[in-house]
């Protein structure tokens, strides 16, 4: 595998070199908050940052996106054109939690049988560069719990590590390798390994919070009817907060918006937080109260996902913990779970 | 690769008002691509998004038979946004569908055996197409005595009609026709779908329920089936949900860890007491 270092300081430069060649995401302040954007000229990417106030799937699966265009004939409404456009992108300094979603949702929108186009034609023109968490950036990080580390290569192409006065950048994939050239000539020694290590293995170590995540399954998989679900859902505002900041959430919404004679079929992020998400015309809904809702996520994440892809669909980034305006812990939820 | 969420181009090429309250219709598309017919190659039981741009997706179980050459039919109720959009929709208009999407109707385990079809309403429409299938040329030898239980609230709700009355001249089927209630011109049988099947007592012997309905109706004719001795792997049934893209992606219509729309909609009601009661 190809290893070179290179001077901390010389990140972002690194970051705005490639910006003028290729699409490249990177996380950049605004206002309050980092977030993954397109950098453009004159913007400064901000690697020095803890995560990103959104997770960063938006890349591969857009709040909004265009499915298709269609056109009004004398004969009604028919389709103009597929809308399917990926640029070669590089999805800069993304932390390893995140990186590890993408792997994840790989396996929903990748399947043999119906494959995602628009989902799968923007990761395979994205170059995933993964900024390493040599310190795990909040209280609420729980990435070892759910199969992840904080410094992981899982998901990336290229793996970057802060060993103190420079970064160890390593290519991971083929794809990763090609942008080896934005990164200098320093090649990276043993010494440079063995940093890594102890740096990887402290970090690990210093995750605090954890949660019996693998444990519960079995206990999912006969407590549908437990009176526990009465118990969560009562402060829950259906918000759908939780939904939206997740990087593993992956259900949307499919709709048309027409303008005078032209129109655009569109899929936006949806949330099964929200009553309308499964209510049918009929006035009937499976999932009838915030109680069904709320089950329907943890089961998502923690028994419905391992049973069809073996995973659970929880990268341990904490965002719900932090977002949710009425403090429901998926951690505990988790742990409470565990006790039934 | 073709991309799953694109409509196949059809042309509204025939509209049949099939009840007296004309909310129901049958509309018979053709593909605007000859060659997207064999694309759409289908087995009775599956569904297909029917696609007016503009307004929206619906997902409707396929109701004419893939022995039916040059069209594809749904049956459909005006409810919502798409299906009334439809409603207005006239003959040469174009529109889209996709699919075919979802498992079927398990053919090869129903081969060979004696088949009980029993619908309710307007449910009847994909368990139309399985008849039609099973008893189209050669295709009526693979399977043994079919008996179908159809019932509506009333005569003028019975969809298809005439292929009713053919059916009834035939006599390697025993169509029973029932309605909740008759009206002045009725002369057949009155009675609800459950009461008639206890009548009619269809024999377990190497027999297969499909049955296709309202809730109320499917909970009152089960236990008539179980007493009649039918395993639960022996009643098949069809579940619907919300659903919008029908390829397990979009991540509404999960019953568990099922999807209706690409695990389902057609399930053994010894898989659904698998299934989580969510549906």
Known sequence: MEKRLIKKDALAGIAKKMAGDLLVWAPVKKEDNVLFAPLGSGDEPFFAYLNSKNAPKNVFFPHTETLMKFTRTPKGMVFSSETNQAAQSVLFGVRPCDAHSFVLLDK??????YKDGYYIEKRKSTTVISLACVKPPYATCFCTSVDGEPVSAEGADILLTDIGGDYLAEFITEKGEKLA?????????????????????????????????????????????????????????????CTYMCPTC??????????????????????CMFPLFTKETSGHNPRSSQKERWRQRAMH????????????????????????????????????ISKL | MQNPYIPYPVIVDKIITEVDTKDIKT???????????????????????????????????????????????FTVQKAGVVTSALHEMEEGMMMGIRGPLGNSWPLEFLEGKNIVIVGGGFAFTTLRSLINYMIYGDN????????????????????????????????????????????????????????????????????????????????????????????????????????????????????????????????????????????
């Open chain 1, 108 to 113: 929903l929108f990748d399947q043999e049988k």
């Open chain 1, 181 to 241: 050239k934005y990164f200098g000539e320093t090649k990276a020694d043993a010494a440079a390994d063995t940093k890594k290590s102890e740096i990887a293995t402290k970090a690990k170590e210093s995750i605090a919070s954890k949660i019996p995540a693998h444990e519960i399954k079995p206990i999912l998989d006969v407590n549908f009817d437990n009176p526990f679900w009465n118990t969560i859902h009562g402060k829950c505002l259906a918000c759908g907060t």
């Open chain 1, 250 to 271: 992956h259900c949307f919404d499919i709709s048309d918006e027409v303008k005078g004679s032209d129109g655009v079929r569109i899929r936006s992020w949806d949330s």
């Open chain 1, 301 to 336: 994440k923690f028994k419905y996902y391992v049973d069809m892809f073996n995973a659970i669909a929880c990268v341990g980034c904490g965002r719900c913990v932090m977002s949710c305006p009425v403090n429901i812990d998926i951690r505990k939820v988790v742990e409470d």
């Open chain 2, 27 to 73: 509309f018979r598309f053709k593909f605007v691509n000859p060659e997207d017919e064999q694309k759409y190659a289908y087995i009775p039981g599956q569904f297909g998004e029917l696609s007016i741009y503009g307004k929206g997706e619906s997902p409707i179980g396929i109701a004419s038979s893939p022995t039916q050459k040059g069209y594809v039919e």
């Open chain 2, 140 to 279: 009526r030898k693979r399977f043994g005595n079919i008996t179908v239980i159809y019932g509506a609230r009333n005569p003028g709700l019975l969809l298809y009609k005439d292929e009713l009355i053919e059916w009834q001249k035939r006599d390697d089927l025993n169509i029973n026709v029932t309605v909740d209630k008759g009206d002045a011109t009725w002369k057949g049988r009155e009675g609800f779908v459950p009461a008639v099947c206890k009548e009619v007592a269809p024999s377990k012997e190497n027999a297969v329920a499909v049955i296709c309905g309202p809730p109320v109706m499917i909970r009152f004719t089960l236990p008539v089936f179980f007493e009649l001795g039918f395993s639960k792997e022996n009643i098949i049934t069809s579940l619907e949900m919300r659903m919008k893209c029908g390829i397990g992606k979009c991540g509404r219509c999960n019953v568990g860890s099922k999807y209706v729309c690409k695990d389902g909609p057609v399930f053994t009601l010894a898989e659904l007491d698998k299934l989580t009661p969510e549906y």
